[in-house]
């Protein structure tokens, strides 16, 4: 049984402590750090999701129709989001698949809509850039992007896509002072 309960401190004591990794590690936006958030570890841990998803769902904008789910580690971050608030969801690849419905998106159909789109851990945003090119593309408004972690420098942004707002719930800040 999980606790969707847990407040915002002891929340970012858990996922400090489940996931925060020391080392050597080159980031996806070629960056090397000496701390790494293993995501996988504290979106794997049920008692862990669902407070972030819960946490995660009041930062979506009102007007948002359909959430987004970025390949891979958006992905079951946006289901538990979708679990928590009755939004559909859609889930954004990296490309386009090259068989059966060779789309990028799936899920939804995005055109026309308002989209949210949910990621995990945010450095730079190349990610969520490439994202939006390709969720515009298929003519849907996006809103923002809501994550977990936004462990890049000074205030959260995308480098790629400069008026997009961006809303974490924790910074690598937080994290590293719930150590």
């Avoid at 930062?59 to 129709?65: A, D, N, Y």
Wanted: net charge negative.
């Amino acid at each position: 049984m999980t606790n969707a309960s847990i407040d915002h401190a002891d929340l970012a004591r858990q996922i400090a402590g489940i996931a925060t990794l020391e080392g050597q590690f080159v980031l996806r936006s070629g960056q090397v750090s000496n701390r790494y958030f293993d995501k996988y570890r504290f979106e794997g841990t049920p008692s862990i999701l669902q407070p972030l998803a819960r946490a995660m769902s009041a930062l979506l904008p009102s007007s948002t129709e359909i959430i987004a789910g970025l390949e891979l580690g958006g992905i079951p971050l946006v289901t538990a989001i979708a679990l928590e608030t009755g939004l559909p969801a859609a889930f954004i690849r990296k490309e386009a698949k090259t068989y059966g419905t060779c789309r990028a998106i799936e899920g939804q159909d995005v055109a026309g809509r308002r989209v949210t789109f949910i990621e995990d851990v945010i450095s730079t945003g190349g990610a969520v850039a490439d994202a939006y090119e390709l969720t515009a593309g298929e003519g849907a408004e996006i809103l923002a992007v809501v994550c977990a972690i936004w462990r890049g420098e000074g205030a959260p942004r995308i480098e790629g896509v400069p008026g997009l707002a961006v809303h974490p719930v924790f910074t690598r800040a937080d994290l590293e002072n719930a150590r």
